[in-house]
């Protein structure tokens, strides 16, 4: 009587959905990894902690555009080019923070519909703009 296993013969089918099934694990696993590493945002300059909003974005026309700045800066926002005066604004200066809301008693009512461009001029809180000061840009859509 002999002793042992008989040889299993292996099922084609059965290889190629483990070989398949691995391959497709691994372009995942590679698709996921590059995803990760590239980031669409533009890196920021130290002193701004976020933008509102984000570089490309769409928003609606009612919606709050503006600036978080690192807490030790001041600044103020430009619209397309057109500074927003300073008593349209919203600014929480230990937090660095400068909004802008358009409504009735401003004199953007509604953001108008397509692309745009918002400024940030900032400068250290201890000193004026006068003294020197840095800006950034990015742009945005208002849609409908």
Do not use: C
């Amino acid at each position: 009587m002999a002793h042992g296993r008989a040889a299993r013969k292996r099922n084609p089918i059965r290889v190629l959905i483990v070989v398949g099934g691995l391959l497709l694990a691994a372009n995942i696993w590679i698709i996921a990894g590059v995803s990760q590493r590239t980031n669409k945002e533009p890196v920021l300059p130290i002193a701004i902690e976020e933008l509102i909003p984000k570089p490309g974005d769409l928003v609606s026309p009612q919606s709050t555009i503006g600036v978080n700045l690192s807490n030790t800066l001041s600044g103020e926002l430009e619209f397309d080019g057109a500074i927003i005066p300073d008593d349209q604004v919203t600014k929480q200066p230990t937090e660095g923070i400068i909004t802008f809301s358009p409504g009735p008693d401003k004199e953007l009512t509604k953001l108008p519909q397509g692309q745009h461009t918002l400024t940030v001029v900032y400068w250290p809180r201890t000193s004026t703009q006068e003294k020197g000061s840095t800006s950034y840009s990015w742009t945005f859509k208002v849609g409908a």
